[in-house]
């Protein structure tokens, strides 16, 4: 399958589908932090959400998708995320700075939601009811996947079936608490915290990079 892996830069989950064969890209703002630059898409991804699209991958390598397959995305969550509703009203008065960057966050959520492509995954954290995102399909926890973190996460599906729970285990932190978070600190705490953990990634290249998914969903 041809994947994008939108909003990513750490490459975990585009890793984890390429290790089952798949031509999967990662496509974000920023430069990869993963191994495997000629698999990063340096850019915005809006061009290439509805397929029909060339780009050149960190290597300087020229791609052309007619369509894709499948994408999975990891939009940001900052004015999203029901963590940050403290910082949307200050003594009773809204911040209206903040509520603009939220609803440019919405739209850019459903010009995802809304591409040209029958399987899309889209992750992120509870989100703040004001700005009326649908409903998920799916609520997820890391301790399904192996990791002993408690964070409700949140997955909107379309023509996929659910992520199966891989490995429970017991949950012996809560994202604050994870001592890999707690010993970084400033923005490199803000960008360890947004990474996927491996658990899930691996659960997302099996349950949605397999053959079977079409007779799944």
């Known amino acids: 399958m041809k994947i994008l892996i939108a909003c990513e830069e750490s490459q975990r989950v585009c890793s984890a589908f390429r290790a089952y064969g798949h031509e999967a890209y990662s496509c974000d703002v920023v430069m990869t932090a993963g191994d495997h630059p000629e698999w990063h898409i340096w850019s915005d991804v809006t061009p290439f959400l509805n397929g029909n699209c060339s780009f050149r991958t960190c290597n300087g390598q020229l791609h052309q998708i007619e369509k894709w397959d499948l994408i999975v995305a990891f939009p940001p969550c900052?004015?999203?995320?029901?963590?940050?509703?403290?910082?949307?009203?200050?003594?009773?008065?809204?911040?209206?700075?903040?509520?603009?960057?939220?609803t440019k966050a919405v739209e850019f959520f459903y010009r995802i939601y809304n591409a040209d492509c029958e399987r899309i995954a889209i992750e992120n954290p509870v989100p703040i009811k004001e700005f009326g995102l649908p409903e998920p399909s799916q609520v997820i926890e890391p301790f399904y996947f192996g990791e002993p973190v408690s964070k409700k996460t949140y997955l909107w599906l379309k023509g996929l079936p659910y992520l199966c729970p891989?490995?429970?285990?017991?949950?012996?932190?809560?994202?604050?608490?994870?001592?890999?978070?707690?010993?970084?600190?400033?923005?490199?705490?803000?960008?360890?915290?947004?990474?996927?953990?491996?658990g899930i990634a691996s659960a997302m290249a099996l349950s949605w990079g397999s053959d079977e998914v079409d007779d799944r969903r």
């Open 166 to 198: 891989t490995n429970v285990v017991k949950p012996e932190y809560t994202f604050e608490t994870y001592p890999p978070f707690k010993n970084c600190n400033g923005k490199y705490r803000q960008k360890a915290r947004s990474k996927t953990f491996p």
């Open 78 to 102: 900052t004015f999203l995320s029901k963590a940050g509703a403290c910082n949307l009203y200050k003594n009773g008065v809204r911040d209206e700075e903040r509520f603009a960057q939220a």
